[in-house]
């Protein structure tokens, strides 16, 4: 039992790592982990769903706005960019929010190509970090089944 | 009760009967459910009560400062503490600012703001109109630390400040008047007390604000 929780451990601190070495998370999703215990123990995946929930929001409002045949308002798409810019940095989705940064410069320039691009990039990558999270959360569900606690995992 | 009965009293199983400081309670206001999540777990996991709101409407509502004479029993919870967001549709956290410092009521409850914007222009505004101080989103768990620490220091140089003006009144009183001295209502040296005193969190220098952000 211990070899194998030893082993999942192992591996959910590598995955963990990548992650963050890929640039899929940031410092503040360390933040975020700060906050969970015992009291409340799936804070981060509580968080993240909200999260996530709030993309499909968001993309849906700038998609629609795009979609105005004749005048595109680049405000109203400014404006979902800015939220989702937001909360991607508030749960540290770093990918996110750097795509949501360049989002909002072709929003101020009025750049539709620009824009339409980004939108399938930061539909692309939502997806992409959810994917990955489901993956860690479920490294975390294997370690506890196992008998083993999850580790703390030290970015630095 | 019947007769005979004795009342008994509960006391903690830790025997500890020193009674502890009483819990800020913190409304907070933004209009992102993601970022109300965060803000609500650090204040709790800082031993806050929290209450979150989502728009400067709703928290003007929670006040009772919108007008509507029917202000719900909901905030009979005196709220220490506003922290908002500043970029809100409708008011914005400076609208909603200015409308708690305009409140006789409300305008001593400190107000801090959130961006994610460090926009120098902007800080300087909410500080002149009165902000307790700025954060920069995201908002960590040190930044909520440090402002429960000037909060709860505040509150207590307010007390203390109290306690001094109701002596000095009360010699003043009794010096003023003719034998024999009734004693003086203390109702009236509650809250009223606490206005005429200069808010010491307003005579912060600039740099002091700043120095955090840098």
Do not use: W
Request: aromatic share 6%; glycine share 6%.
């Amino acid at each position: 039992m211990d070899a194998l929780v030893a082993q999942l451990q192992m591996q959910y601190r590598n995955y963990t790592v990548s992650l963050y070495q890929q640039g899929f998370l940031d410092d503040q999703f360390t933040e975020l982990k700060k906050l969970q215990d015992d009291a409340s123990p799936d804070f981060v995946a509580e968080v993240l769903s909200l999260f996530f929930e709030d993309c499909v929001k968001l993309i849906g409002n700038m998609a629609r706005a795009l979609d105005q045949t004749g005048t595109v308002d680049f405000s109203q798409v400014g404006a979902s960019v800015h939220q989702l810019k937001g909360s991607s940095s508030s749960v540290g989705a770093k990918r996110v929010k750097g795509l949501c940064v360049t989002f909002k410069e072709y929003c101020e320039a009025n750049n539709y190509e620009g824009c339409v691009r980004c939108l399938q990039q930061v539909d692309i990558e939502y997806k992409a970090l959810q994917t990955k999270l489901q993956d860690m959360f479920n490294l975390e569900k294997q370690i506890i089944q196992a008998g083993g606690k999850v580790p703390q995992v030290d970015i630095n | 009760m019947a007769v005979g009965e004795v009342m008994r009293m509960e006391i903690p199983s830790g025997g500890d009967m020193s009674v502890t400081s009483p819990e800020l309670h913190v409304l907070a206001v933004d209009d992102s459910i993601v970022d109300r999540k965060v803000i609500e777990r650090l204040l709790r996991i800082s031993a806050c009560k929290v209450t979150t709101v989502e728009s400067g409407a709703r928290a003007l509502q929670y006040l009772g400062l919108d007008g509507d004479k029917g202000a719900s029993g909901l905030k009979d919870l005196k709220v220490n503490l506003i922290v908002t967001d500043y970029s809100m549709p409708g008011l914005t956290g400076y609208d909603l600012l200015k409308k708690i410092k305009e409140s006789s009521v409300f305008r001593e409850i400190p107000v801090v703001i959130m961006s994610s914007e460090n926009i120098l222009p902007r800080i300087e505004q909410c500080l002149r109109e009165g902000a307790e101080d700025f954060l920069l989103k995201p908002v960590k768990l040190a930044d909520v630390k440090r402002i429960k620490e000037l909060i709860m220091r505040n509150e207590a140089e307010d007390c203390k400040t109290l306690s001094h003006s109701n002596k000095r009144k009360l010699a003043e009183y009794i010096d003023d008047a003719p034998s024999p001295s009734p004693s003086p209502s203390s109702s009236t040296h509650d809250d009223s007390s606490a206005k005429d005193f200069p808010s010491s969190k307003q005579m912060k220098s600039a740099d002091e604000k700043f120095s955090s952000l840098l």
